[in-house]
């Protein structure tokens, strides 16, 4: 009995946080990536500009992920690029064409185009004489 209300005040404050995480959702967000975010439950750990459970969409474009890179990442996290946040889960119900629209929004929020390919970060630029 005792498992079964623990489970019933779980379920009941799961759905609470999943309530007020869309709640809150950010008026800075547009409305196809809210949709899209509030969808797939990426808006209960990011959040555009403010680090929440996860790390920051625009910090995440300040890695210089190409779009591929950061379709991957949704279905294949990595932990080691983010130290000091928890993992995140895999999420693999994500179909690639939304992802690949999270992808493109979440770089577009670095104000510069994201890279073709290779690897995760970009190299530092040097002065110009």
Partial sequence: ???FVGFLIASASLALASIDANA?????IPEEMNTLMTKYTC???HRPNQRLVG???ADV???KYSNEEIVNLIYNPIPAHWPG???MA???QVPKEDAMKLAVWINSLDG???KKGGAGKAKPKGKKA
Avoid: R
């Avoid at 809150?24 to 800075?28: R, T």
């Fill in 1 to 3: 009995m005792k498992k």
């Fill in 24 to 28: 809150q959702a950010p008026s800075d």
């Fill in 43 to 45: 808006i209960a750990c």
């Fill in 55 to 57: 790390p920051a969409y």
């Fill in 61 to 63: 474009a300040k890695k």
């Fill in 85 to 87: 946040y928890p993992p």
């Fill in 90 to 92: 895999s999420m693999k």
């Fill in 112 to 114: 510069s185009p994201a």
